[in-house]
């Protein structure tokens, strides 16, 4: 027997994900804290007693669900956490779909969502959003969904997914509702008050974004105790390291004002980089979070034109309603500076100037 006849069948459709980044000086491609680590978090991780490398980590990291849950304002049992919220969106789908059932997701929206229904022998369909970037819902809905994803705000198009869309999915859809709301710290916006009108409603969130811990993956989600209870078990003990369980509660305890100060600022260079891509002729799409989508002809040869310059962007080539975007990471102005420096040389290079 071969050892690909050794694996689960399921898994012959499953490419290893690995987009092959190379490293560049300067990389606006995953929307990350670009100012760098909260400092109390920081300070907590440089002085981590020996006990937290060489002992095991809590089971389920009951103090950090309790710090989440306060900040919330919902209570512990409505809170599971995970090695990142891509962890969560995993075991979630191990969670709730029967081996062949239905997963359903707004395309574009995140890449991460049809990989993990294939890791788990879910099906998955994804349906075009509407010209005005809102998921088409009607399209999910016809699906008859065990799990309906839907991101807020939506990555890559940075849009916000309306509160009566995201209600009706609530009221109709006949499964599982996945809220992913990895930036809705940027949004000022969220669906947790909903939580108290729906007990299929799980909303995924993660310390990636706006708290600047990407690389120790904390990742939670919200949602009524029985579904909350379902993710856990899947997700399984030991899961969130203990340097990531500490350094996490730090930053909730201490760096809220760090953290809320950054989201400001990411917020106002993201409007302050959208005008300046209109000054070039350019029409970004409307961002609620740290990254703006902006068309542009022959993205990929431009993300390449770029990369050769030493600055990374994302290409989204033939979006729907849209077509070919760059999808770049906001951080501090001299970062978009470079940037914009680079990008016209690119769009120079590429398509003759910069206006359309
Ligand atoms: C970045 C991102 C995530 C993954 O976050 P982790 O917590 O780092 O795994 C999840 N969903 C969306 C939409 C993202 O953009």
Known sequence: MSRLALARAAYDAVPLYDPKRTPVALDLTDN????????????????MPTA???????????????????????????????????????????????VGDMVVAPEPSF????????MNDLQYTGAVELPS?????????????KILYLCSPNNPTGTLVARATIERALAEAPGVVFIDEAYAEFAGASSVDLLAQSDRLLIIRTMSKAYGLAGLRVGYAVGAPALVEAVEKSRGPYKLNALAERAALAALRDD??????????????????????RERGLAPLASAANFVC?????????????????VAARPFPGLPHVGDTLRISVGPWDMLEQFLTAFDAA?????GGVAA
């Open 347 to 351: 769009m120079q290079e590429v398509n």
């Open 111 to 118: 890449a991460m969502i049809p990989i993990f229904a294939r």
């Open 294 to 310: 902006v068309p542009v002809p022959n993205c990929v040869a431009v993300g390449q034109a770029l990369r050769a310059r030493g």
């Open 52 to 98: 937290a490398v060489t002992r095991y980590p809590t089971l389920y990291a009951a103090e950090l669900k309790a710090e989440l849950a306060q900040m919330l304002g919902v209570t512990p049992d409505m809170i599971v956490t995970g090695c990142g919220s891509d962890d969560i969106l995993d075991s979630a789908m191990r969670a709730f779909g029967e």
């Open 32 to 47: 990350t804290n670009l100012w760098g680590i909260p400092p109390h978090a920081e300070r907590t991780l440089r002085e």
């Open 133 to 145: 970037q809102q998921p088409d819902l009607d399209a999910l809905l016809a699906a008859r969904p």
């Open 256 to 277: 809220r004002a760090w953290v809320d100060e950054h989201v400001a600022l990411a917020i106002q260079l993201r409007e302050r980089l959208s005008d300046a891509l």
